[in-house]
């Protein structure tokens, strides 16, 4: 079945980078774009973009223009999430989750999450 | 940014009973509205795409109307299982914003 298994948790000092992975399993890889979601304790999922299965195209919420980037390996089927100069704002479980396609993007399914701390 | 507002923001009820959720996008997402149910400690997963279609595997009990910018979820008889928190999802336009969510728990 279809599958994302995501790195394990993360502690981070302020200042630091963070880079997580996102393994697919499951179905072609190259079909389907990946998206980044994060989600800050008690608080709504945050959409931080996407990354084009099948090239190197990406699409990044403003609001992490500059400190995040997203890359893939397709002869792993992973993709990877960037993140820069983290701060304690950042502290978050990080989703990765595959766009089943078609007219508009829907998410199914989720990796497991990764849990990141950001702390001194 | 379009801004999703879900109410209630939490709602106690019985098994068996009819659940209605509602959300609420700043501007028109035509039907571009997905609804993602949430147990604590897990990922969210998928129930209702383009605001009234069923993803598959998800029980019949579960539907959602609406377009431009209102929108609802219902949960026709709410079993043990259901207890959990929804969210609401535009995929209009970038970024794709999610609902403050509505927590259903066990009355």
């Known amino acids: 079945q279809v599958q994302l298994a995501q790195s394990g948790a993360e502690v981070k000092k302020p200042g630091a980078s963070v880079k997580i992975s996102c393994r697919a399993s499951?179905?072609?890889?190259?079909?389907?774009?990946i998206h980044w979601v994060r989600q800050a304790p008690g608080q709504r999922p945050e959409c931080m973009g996407w990354v084009n299965g099948g090239n190197d195209g990406t699409d990044y919420s403003q609001r992490f223009q500059g400190r995040v980037t997203f890359t893939r390996n397709a002869a792993a089927n992973t993709v990877y999430m960037e993140l820069t100069r983290l701060r304690s704002e950042d502290t978050a479980v990080y989703f990765c989750a595959r766009d089943i396609g078609g007219e508009s993007t829907k998410l199914d399914p989720w990796g497991q999450g990764t849990p990141v701390i950001v702390s001194s | 940014d379009i801004q999703m507002t879900q109410s209630p923001s939490s709602l106690s009820a019985s098994v068996g009973d009819r659940v209605t959720i509602t959300c609420r996008a700043s501007?028109?997402?035509?039907?571009?509205l997905n609804w993602y149910q949430q147990k604590p400690g897990k990922a969210p997963k998928l129930l209702i795409y383009?605001?009234?279609s069923l993803q598959n595997g998800v029980p019949s009990r579960f539907s959602g109307s609406g377009s431009g910018t209102d929108f609802t979820l219902n949960i026709g008889s709410l079993q043990p299982d259901d207890f959990a928190t929804y969210y609401c999802q535009q995929s209009y336009i970038m970024p794709r914003t999610f609902g403050g969510g509505t927590t259903v728990d066990i009355k």
């Open positions: 499951g179905y072609i890889f190259t079909n389907h774009a």
């Open positions: 383009g605001a009234s």
């Open positions: 501007q028109s997402i035509s039907t571009y």
